[in-house]
């Protein structure tokens, strides 16, 4: 790796070790759409109406196309931010292959988001279009979008599916497209270093970060999971998660449609639909948090049913019990991958498909190739096997930044990525997350801001003092609970708690499931609040 880290010497040195391509996800599309065209590239129900939509690589490709035109009629062009908060919908794949048509940024957005989060987002982000359902889960999304237009001075357009009138997302499909606009978007070359995805993510900086991807960037991780895994086009995907998640976007989304395999969408989570859709699709291969591994495998125990066609389930978001490794392996008879990695760099570390046992249960992996990881000390000084310190990453896959926050992206002169997480490397390279220094609750393999939510509970009248921490849950793998210091004859409850940060519209999944009212919390000399003990105490008495 040079120690020159400009855009131009770090594509130099990847070039050079092979780990850029220099190819595009539609380059790969296009080959597999040439080849398989008939094939059956995507599955997507909806659960609440019981809609099944198939559509194969050809039909991908026709309504991305008019997609591309629709979105170009309306002001959007190469470089443009087109935000959709969509659950796992037949749509979500094609805004994304559309927007890759364009030279336009996808931005996914995680279907718990509310006018607070979507307002600073879209803002930031200055996206022109934004797709939303009508409603999803009682939810009526199309007046959140129209409240977050008014308010995010670019947004020109909002896209509804299921919606009416002008602002109906059929109408972004230009069946009209004539072909002059049709050649104008098959004529477009899309750059292999230009951004294409827009994610945030939370971080101790009280507000969301905007991760950036590029093509190399991306394909740089995904080539040589699916190379490790032997994933290719006879593989059936399964993806339970969100794609407005990394998890779900990168392997759920991108990695199928870079193979030529056929993916699977499960907009709602239920185990027996899960193990339903992967019994009659014939999936070989899904990937989730831990929740869904332990729903899935306790329904498959239960009532006995089998996935004789599920080669591999990766587990990642946070480090699996080991308990939880031998009962699914129990259940589903597949291969249980353990995986590591952020946003910024999708799946850094996994498991091989034949690892010994210690391995599997007791480990988050070893790098894949193209990246690095090392355990280093307050000072940076790399430490030895077996020591747990902050762990870095470098590599291929590795983010090109935050958008429009450089400051914030923790990199050293040496390309070294501080992620920010506790871990220690044994002998073989292969890692174990041991916890989190900054400070975020995992729940569900979701990041829950901390610092935005404490602002929110101390602006509060009743509150004097908060700090939220996580304890563990079987299921979730943690939860939060909020520590409080009243104001003097100030009262609160639990439930006032809850509808308070209601009204300002955050996401439910950040409301803390506890709320433990104190005289006082554990302090260090100088003042700052020492959460570690916190920690201790909410599990204690969790």
């Not at 659950?87 to 336009?104: E, M, R, S």
């Not at 409603?135 to 308010?151: E, G, Q, S, T």
């Not at 239920?270 to 329904?299: C, R, S, Y």
Request: glycine share 10%; with cysteine.
């Amino acid at each position: 790796m040079t120690d020159d880290l400009s855009p131009a010497a770090r594509r130099a040195a990847m070039i050079a070790a092979g780990s850029w391509r220099d190819e595009t996800l539609l380059d790969l599309f296009r080959r597999n759409v040439a080849a398989l065209g008939d094939k059956v590239a995507v599955v997507a129900t909806r659960a609440e109406i019981g809609d099944e939509v198939r559509l194969t690589y050809a039909d991908l490709d026709r309504l991305s196309d008019r997609v591309a035109v629709g979105l170009s009629r309306r002001g959007v062009g190469e470089g443009d931010v087109v935000s959709f908060q969509l659950p796992n919908w037949w749509q979500f794949t094609v805004l994304h292959l559309a927007a890759l048509k364009l030279g336009a940024i996808s931005n996914p957005l995680m279907i718990i988001f509310r006018e607070r989060e979507l307002t600073f987002m879209l803002g930031l982000a200055e996206s022109k279009v934004l797709v939303v359902p009508a409603k999803f889960r009682n939810v009526d999304h199309r007046a959140i979008a129209l409240a977050v237009k008014a308010a995010v001075p670019t947004l020109a357009h909002v896209a509804v599916v299921d919606g009416e009138g002008e602002e109906s997302f059929d109408r972004l499909i230009a069946g009209d497209a004539s072909e002059a606009e049709l050649a104008a978007i098959h004529a477009r070359r899309l750059s292999p270093d230009a951004v294409i995805e827009l994610l945030y993510t939370s971080g101790t900086t009280g507000e969301p970060k905007g991760v950036s991807h590029t093509s190399n960037t991306m394909l740089a991780n995904l080539v040589p999971f699916a190379d490790r895994l032997h994933l290719g086009e006879g593989d059936v995907i399964h993806m339970p998660s969100p794609m407005a998640h990394q998890l779900g976007f990168m392997y759920g989304l991108v990695l199928p449609a870079m193979i030529g395999a056929t993916a699977i969408l499960q907009d709602v989570f239920v185990a027996a639909t899960m193990a339903k859709q992967i019994t009659e699709e014939g999936a070989t291969f899904t990937m989730g948090a831990t929740p869904f591994l332990n729903d899935l495998a306790d329904h498959c125990l239960s009532t006995g049913t089998t996935t004789p066609t599920l080669r591999i389930f990766v587990s990642a978001g946070a480090p699996i019990p080991r308990p939880l490794v031998t009962k699914a392996r129990r259940a589903l008879g597949a291969a249980i991958i353990s995986a590591w990695g952020m946003s910024e760099n999708g799946a850094v570390t996994t498991t091989r498909l034949d690892d010994p046992e210690d391995k599997v249960t007791g480990t988050d992996g070893c790098p894949l190739p193209g990246m690095e990881v090392r355990v280093v000390d307050p000072a940076g000084r790399p430490l030895g096997v077996g020591e747990e310190g902050q762990l870095q990453v470098r590599g291929c896959s590795n983010f090109v930044g935050y958008m429009k926050r450089p400051g914030l992206a923790a990199v050293d002169p040496d390309g070294w990525f501080d992620t920010g997480d506790i871990a220690r490397i044994d002998a073989d390279g292969y890692i174990r997350i041991a916890g989190r220094s900054k400070d975020i609750i995992i729940r569900g393999g979701e990041n829950i801001p901390v610092v935005e939510v404490e602002d929110m509970l101390f602006k509060h009248p009743a509150v004097a003092t908060v700090a939220i921490v996580g304890y563990p849950d079987a299921r979730l793998g943690e939860r939060a609970c909020a520590y409080v210091i009243l104001r003097p004859g100030a009262t609160l409850s639990f439930e006032e708690m809850v509808a308070y940060l209601k009204e300002q519209k955050t996401a439910m999944q950040y409301i803390p499931e506890r709320l433990e009212v104190v005289e006082d919390v554990p302090r260090t000399p100088s003042g700052k609040i020492q959460k570690f003990k916190l920690r201790d105490m909410a599990k204690g008495s969790g």
